[in-house]
């Protein structure tokens, strides 16, 4: 295996404020080759977004506190110097988000936001940076580029925004890039198209992504490999065909159960029973277990350490469906 | 270009309506404006001659629109009490006003952003607490009882600026012997300005760093002093109506304010029009007054519209 392109062993971020701090993240541990794929699945207030961005330290300072490691390119991100972030943050490592209409600044246009990264990182003349702009829009394939790098934010469409955000983002060439549900606020119909052109892009530039969703099907298109998170751990992680295919933990396999894709129509939905616990006094033992119908006295009492049910799989669980407590997987499973 | 021709035209109706009331304004006051011409032992002849030169014998409606007529030939009349062009007495005091003006607001400007962009910048901390404080202060105390305050401080117990009046009105404008008279009563006009212009910024300024494109320019390597900058502009559209409109209420002057520092401005001279029952002048100062509240409020709607892109279609 060739060097990790962004390793992160033993994650936490706890958010201090008033009263009781809020645990977000507890003992995240996440491995990225170059060029790869990597899609965090998880329900809002999972600590998906938090993961992402910490990755890039973009957390508020004061309020968060983090622990654990994050290497980038063999480099310690948690180390680094404000100077250093900046250097890194939009050359090498780039962000998208899931609203392109408040992520963009609303009083600047398009190219000057773009060309304002470029000149950033990579310096040159106004000219320069613009035609680079103008380069980068044509290559997220935006329509009469020439004419949008001119155009506000509010002046284009939501498919458009987001095409432009992806441009802005990828304007420096950076080696990873973070996109936090950049899909999950267009229509369905523009939503594939941005995932075809983010799948494209990557294969072209070869650069490794980042992509956190809640929708499963969006992971399926566009994953090499997955992560599951729930109240701030993650729960499982495989390729994308095995652990949306054979799921081990009964948190994945709730819910595949629960999408309502692939349901007949009229066919009950097997919603997972109960809430996500509060953050700010998580259970001593496994943070699904009151959901979880395989639960175990164990589950309630610790929380379950890492097992690796296959090649390139890590589940935390004490009971993975369709493997034996033990690690070895046994012939069939019941999702 | 039709946006700007577009705020024109909805400012005439709000013209036409301004000049109603100012008109119909010395009708609804009680008190009779005739009661300051004639002697109080006046025969109902001398009465009806009075009124007839004055015009006052005709319907409300050809009285109005006779006074409309002068007024758009610049004719505001004579005031009652001076004899004197009521458009000359207007523009002498507005020119006093102004004076102030053009020290107040900026200075309300100046310390009221600063105050904002430093109390947003550590919400819940000291220096937001202080500012929240200060405006707050600034914003209740009657400006007058300030005025009023100062003088005792400054002037009688300290000896260092004038008490009253604006000098020998010789001097040149900005030097230290009219500057000196202006400072107290500029104080006095420009807290109230400042507190708003202060807690505005700042709830601005907060509610803009909480926008995700501020996380995108980090996110893009930006320095802080260029995401500072981002917000700054971002902030500036709300700044200026705010400011546009603490501007007409300035130049409005203060009658209280004036009147502590026996300033002649605008807010002085309407006293005098009410105390003197001047009826011309009262209307001719309402009017321009009124008038330069809406120039502003149409400068502020352009100016907003060139600053902010999502203004200039719709």
């Given amino acids: 295996m060739s060097a990790p392109l962004l390793e992160i062993a033993d994650l936490d971020v706890a958010f201090h404020g008033d009263g009781t701090p809020v645990q977000a993240l507890s003992g995240v541990s996440l491995r990225l080759d170059p060029g790869q794929v990597l899609c965090i699945i998880g329900e809002s207030g999972s600590g998906k977004s938090v993961t992402l961005r910490a990755m890039m330290r973009l957390l508020p300072e004061r309020r968060a506190r983090i622990g654990g490691q994050i290497s980038f390119a063999g480099r310690d991100v948690l180390a680094m110097t404000d100077r250093q972030l900046r250097a890194m943050r939009g050359r090498e490592m780039a962000m998208i988000f899931q609203e392109p209409m408040t992520a963009l600044d609303p009083v600047y246009t398009i190219g000057a936001q773009i060309a304002e990264t470029v000149r950033r990182h990579l310096g040159g003349t106004q000219a320069a940076a613009r035609a680079r702009a103008l380069d980068m829009l044509e290559r997220v394939g935006v329509p009469s580029a020439a004419r949008r790098l001119d155009a506000y934010p509010h002046e284009l469409s939501g498919g458009l925004r987001q095409r432009a955000m992806i441009a802005l983002a990828l304007s420096c060439g950076p080696q990873l890039l973070l996109a936090d549900e950049p899909t999950t606020a267009l229509d369905a119909t523009v939503q594939i198209q941005v995932l075809l052109l983010l799948r494209r892009l990557q294969a072209e530039l070869g650069m490794g992504i980042v992509f956190v969703t809640h929708d499963l099907g969006v992971a399926a298109e566009i994953a090499d490999r997955v992560a599951v998170m729930y109240a701030g751990r993650i729960v499982e992680e495989g390729s994308v065909a095995e652990v949306l295919g054979r799921p081990a933990h009964p948190y994945t396999a709730g819910l595949l159960a629960s999408s309502v894709e692939h349901v007949a129509p009229g066919a009950e939905i097997a919603a997972i029973p109960g809430a996500p616990p509060d953050l700010r006094a998580l259970p001593p033992g496994c943070s699904f277990a009151p959901r979880c119908r395989h639960a175990v006295a164990a589950c309630d009492a610790t929380v379950p350490p890492p097992v690796r049910p296959g090649p390139g799989r890590m589940a935390r669980c004490f009971t993975p469906l369709g493997f034996a407590p033990s690690g070895h997987a046994v012939e069939e499973h019941v999702a | 270009m039709g ?311 719709g």
């Avoid at chain 2, 003197?276 to 400068?299: E, H, K, S, W």
């Fill in chain 2, 3 to 313: 946006t700007v021709l577009r705020r024109l035209l909805l400012a005439l109706p709000i013209a036409f309506g301004v000049s109603v009331v100012c008109f119909a304004l010395v009708y609804i006051a009680p008190g009779d404006p005739l009661q300051t011409i004639v002697p109080p032992d006046a025969t109902q002849a001398t009465i009806d001659a009075v009124k007839h030169a004055y015009g006052l014998d005709k319907p409300l409606v050809v009285q109005y629109l006779i006074w409309l007529w002068r007024v758009l030939h610049g004719n505001l009349g004579t005031s009652i009490s001076t004899t004197r062009p009521v458009a000359l007495e207007v523009m002498l005091a507005l020119g006093n006003t102004m004076r102030l003006v053009a020290l107040a607001m900026p200075a309300a400007l100046i310390v009221g952003y600063a105050m904002g962009v430093a109390a947003a910048r550590f919400p819940g901390g000291w220096i937001d607490r202080a500012v929240t404080g200060i405006a707050v202060v600034g914003v209740s105390l009657p400006n007058y009882w300030v005025g009023v305050v100062l003088v005792i401080l400054c002037a009688v117990q300290w000896s260092l600026l004038p008490a009253t009046g604006m000098g020998s009105g010789h001097a040149a404008l900005l030097s230290w012997e009219s500057l000196r008279f202006m400072i107290l009563p500029s104080i006095s006009l420009a807290l109230i300005p400042m507190g708003i212009i202060a807690r505005s910024t700042r709830a601005c300024v907060l509610d803009l760093a909480s926008h995700d494109f501020v996380l995108t320019l980090r996110a893009k390597g930006m320095s802080e002093s260029t995401v500072t900058r981002h917000v700054l502009r971002n902030a500036l559209p709300q700044v200026i109506a705010i400011v546009g409109l603490q501007f007409g209420y300035l130049m409005g002057g203060s009658i209280l304010v004036e009147t502590v520092f026996s300033w002649p401005g605008s807010g002085f001279l309407l006293g005098r029009a009410i105390q003197n029952r001047d009826v011309p002048l009262l209307q001719g100062t309402v009017l321009v007054l009124a008038m330069i509240f809406v120039a502003t409020n149409l400068l502020v709607d352009l100016l907003q519209v060139r600053l902010d892109p999502r203004l200039r279609r």
